[in-house]
């Protein structure tokens, strides 16, 4: 069935370092490829998310990249702040429904 | 600004106890689901509604059940709770293919 899965499952990062998380999707019908951040205790919220018909798209110091023929995407964090520890989750999507599947997620660590 | 809501944010239950879950959307959202949250296994989706009455399968419907009778308003139902459901349950809704709005989550233990 259809499957997300995400690398690496923790990453710890020094203050000001970049940090990339990737995923594969299996559906090739998926079009729509959100990012969720979800922080200690609270509810996952999305960051950036990204169609099908863009291989990149940019939000200051968050980007996502998507390759279609590779079936996968990548968050990439710049110049990482302790706020920016928490978990991040991706999902890929190919239905008008908005059903998501979602990766395992991965818990970013930024060390001050 | 969306908000969807849960019923209750810690909930205590014992095995063989029928349980619901609510959720309450006030934005209009054909589209609404619930996931549980379990350590290194992510958001496993349960059940999602796209309309009033609608309903499909996610990846574990075993042992659940869901209403949704009122668009704004999505159950889910635990009819015999058993303690591999103890987990932390989360709603969520959107409008067609767009950003999910998550609530803040029920975390339900089963003794």
């Known amino acids: 069935g259809e499957n997300v899965e995400q690398h690496p499952s923790t990453l710890s990062v020094q203050e000001g370092d970049s940090a990339v998380i990737k995923c594969t999707y299996s559906?090739?019908?998926?079009?729509?490829f959100p990012w969720y951040k979800q922080e200690l205790g609270k509810r996952p919220q999305l960051i950036i998310d990204i169609r099908s018909n863009v291989g990149e798209k940019k939000d200051q110091r968050i980007a996502v990249t998507l390759n279609k023929t590779a079936k996968h995407f990548s968050l990439h964090i710049t110049e990482t702040q302790p706020e920016d520890s928490a978990v991040y989750f991706c999902?890929?999507?190919?239905?008008?429904?908005?059903?998501?599947?979602f990766g395992q997620g991965t818990t970013l660590q930024v060390k001050p | 600004d969306v908000k969807v809501t849960q019923s209750s944010r810690y909930l205590v239950k014992r095995t063989g106890e029928k349980v619901f879950l609510e959720c309450v959307q006030d934005?209009?959202?054909?589209?609404m689901f619930w996931y549980r949250q379990d350590p290194g296994l992510g958001l496993r989706l349960i059940y999602f509604s796209y309309d009033v009455k609608m309903k499909e399968k996610g990846d574990i419907p075993e042992g659940y059940s869901v209403s949704r009778e009122k668009k704004e308003r999505f159950s889910l139902i635990l009819e015999s709770a058993s303690t591999n459901q103890t987990s932390m349950y989360l709603c969520a809704s959107s409008l067609r293919q767009n950003e999910q709005f998550f609530g803040p989550g029920t975390r339900l233990t089963v003794l």
């Open positions: 999902a890929a999507s190919s239905s008008n429904t908005g059903k998501l599947i």
């Open positions: 559906d090739s019908a998926s079009n729509y």
């Open positions: 934005m209009d959202h054909e589209n």
